[in-house]
């Protein structure tokens, strides 16, 4: 089974980009499809974006659609979540999660996930 730590979240200004990287340790990282979720002061956790095991199979969120885009290395045991154009709706805790049964917009799905971390977006 793998652990998951994100990095990357700060504090940006509306119109700017962040990068957030979840490393992966265990085994067989190349087994999982990977997803990224936040959830917002007060709100349930959402989907955000999903990658395959291959990195071939991709599906965003309509709401970051243009914005934000997920990329994976099998071999540095990987996956982003890059972050442009940022609005302050986009502030959220973000988590990086694994699912073995491949990619997945359904957060009940993924039986792995990391701490989080917090993204703010000011105006």
């Known amino acids: 089974q793998v652990q998951l730590q994100e990095s990357g979240g700060g504090l940006v200004q509306a119109g700017e980009s962040l990068r957030l990287s979840c490393v992966a340790s265990?085994?067989?990282?190349?087994?999982?499809?990977m997803g990224w979720f936040r959830q917002s002061p007060g709100k349930e956790r959402e989907f955000v974006a999903t990658?395959?095991?291959?990195?071939?199979?991709?599906e965003i969120a309509d709401s970051v659609k243009g914005r934000f885009t997920i990329f994976r290395d099998n071999i540095k045991n990987m996956v982003w979540l890059q972050m442009t154009s940022l609005k302050p709706e986009d502030t959220a805790v973000y988590y990086c999660?694994?699912?073995?049964?491949?990619?997945?917009?359904?957060?009940?799905?993924?039986?792995?996930w990391g701490q989080g971390t917090p993204v703010t977006v000011s105006s």
């Open positions: 999660a694994a699912n073995d049964a491949g990619p997945s917009r359904n957060q009940r799905d993924y039986t792995t």
């Open positions: 265990g085994t067989h990282f190349n087994w999982y499809g």
């Open positions: 990658i395959g095991q291959s990195g071939r199979r991709i």
